[in-house]
C-alpha cells in the first residue's frame, strides 16, 4: 500500500466512508446465545460481493496480482446471503449460501496429517508467516457457515466437516493449528505466526463459530474451545486498550510502531464486545465497549488514530499489502 491509498483509504474513513471490505457492522441486538440464527455482528452487505466470480459463482480475491480463493471471503459471502435471508426471504438467497457451504465442505483440506481446514496459500509478510496456514478466523466462519447449513439441511455432512476442523484449535501454531497462549490463557490466532501476533476481531469471529458450532452440534469440544478462549478474552481485552486515546489496538504484535486499529477495525471490535457482552453476560465486554466508543465519538480522537494508523502502516509499508479495486484476469487456483 503506497502513501495515496494510505491516505485515501483511512482519509475516507474518518468521514464516514464505507465500501464492500469495511462496511458498518452494528451488533445485533436480538443476539440469543442458546439460538443460531442471524449473525452476531450485521453480515448482510456481505451478500453482495463487489469483485470477481469463477465458472460456478463463487467469490475471488486478488493477493499479489493473482485472483484466488480465499476462504474466510467466502464465509463472509456465505453469511451474508443467510442474514439476507432470514432478513428479506428469497430462494436465491438460501441458494447461494448452500452453495458456499458446500465449496466449504469440497474444499476442506488436510495440511498435516490429522489437521484439518482451509488453507490460507500466501504469506502474510507483516507477520512472517509463510504460506501455507490455517486461519482461526476461516475456520470459525467456516464453522459459523457449517451450523447454519446443518440446521437449514439436517445434512450431517456439514457437522462432519465442522468436526474435522475443531482440531486445529488444540494445535499451536508452530506445529499447524491456530492455538496460542496469552497470560496462560488460550488464544486462537487469525495468523499463527512464530511470534504470536494476538489479532483481537479474529479471535472474536472465532469464538462465534465454536458457539455456533456446539449450539448446532453439540459437540463437547467445540464448547470447551470456547469457553477456554471467553475466559482468556475476559482476562486481557484491556490489553487491547490504546490507553489516553480511548481507542483500540488491532493486535499486540511487537512492531516498532504499535498497530492501533483502524476507524474501520475499531468500530468493529466495539460491536463485538457489545455482542460478547450479549452473548455471555459478562460486564467487562461492555465496560471496555462504552470506553471506545467515547473515542469513537470524537472526530478529534478519530484524526489522531488515523495519524497513528499511517505512521504504522509507513514503518511496515514494504510488508503491506492492498486489495486492488480493478478487475483482472483469473490466474489463482481453482477448486475441482
Not at 9 to 26: E, I, L, R
Not at 144 to 173: I, M, N, W
Request: hydrophobic share 40%.
Amino acid at each position: 500500500m503506497n502513501i495515496w491509498q494510505m491516505f485515501r483509504a483511512y482519509g475516507g474513513m474518518v468521514f464516514g466512508q464505507t465500501d464492500y471490505w469495511h462496511p458498518d457492522m452494528p451488533a445485533n441486538a436480538e443476539l440469543n446465545s442458546g439460538k443460531v440464527d442471524k449473525y452476531p455482528v450485521a453480515m448482510g452487505s456481505k451478500a453482495y460481493y463487489s469483485g470477481e466470480f469463477d465458472s460456478r459463482g463463487i467469490p475471488l480475491v486478488e493477493i499479489d496480482g493473482q485472483l484466488c480463493y480465499l476462504p474466510v471471503t467466502i464465509a463472509q459471502w456465505a453469511l451474508g446471503h443467510y442474514d439476507e435471508y432470514i432478513d428479506h426471504g428469497g430462494e436465491l438467497h438460501q441458494t447461494i449460501f448452500l452453495c458456499a457451504a458446500d465449496w466449504l465442505v469440497e474444499n476442506q483440506a488436510e495440511l498435516r496429517p490429522g489437521l484439518w481446514g482451509w488453507i490460507n496459500e500466501h504469506d502474510k509478510e507483516i507477520y512472517a508467516l509463510k504460506a501455507p496456514w490455517l486461519s482461526a478466523l476461516s475456520q470459525g466462519q467456516a464453522l459459523s457457515v457449517l451450523a447454519r447449513a446443518h440446521l437449514a439441511t439436517q445434512d450431517e455432512k456439514y457437522l462432519k466437516c465442522g468436526d474435522r476442523a475443531l482440531r486445529a484449535f488444540s494445535v499451536p501454531g508452530a506445529q499447524g493449528g491456530v492455538q496460542a497462549t496469552l497470560e496462560g490463557g488460550i488464544f486462537y490466532e487469525e495468523y499463527p505466526s512464530a511470534i504470536p501476533s494476538y489479532v483481537l476481531n479474529g479471535f472474536i469471529f472465532a469464538l462465534w463459530g465454536l458457539w455456533e458450532f456446539f449450539l448446532a452440534g453439540e459437540n463437547p469440544e467445540a464448547k470447551a474451545f470456547y469457553e477456554q478462549g471467553l475466559q482468556t478474552l475476559k482476562k486481557n481485552v484491556m490489553k487491547f486498550d490504546a490507553g489516553r486515546l480511548k481507542w483500540s489496538l488491532y493486535d499486540l504484535y511487537p512492531f516498532r510502531v504499535a498497530d492501533i486499529a483502524s476507524i474501520f477495525y475499531h468500530k468493529l471490535q466495539i460491536e463485538q464486545l457489545r455482542a460478547m457482552f450479549l452473548l455471555s453476560g459478562e460486564e467487562v465486554f461492555a465496560t471496555v465497549a462504552r470506553r471506545w466508543e467515547k473515542g469513537r465519538r470524537s472526530r478529534l480522537t478519530y484524526v489522531l488514530a488515523t495519524a497513528a494508523k499511517i505512521r504504522h502502516k509507513l514503518s511496515i509499508r514494504r510488508q503491506s499489502s492492498y486489495v486492488a479495486k480493478r478487475r483482472s484476469e483469473v490466474r489463482g487456483r481453482r477448486s475441482e
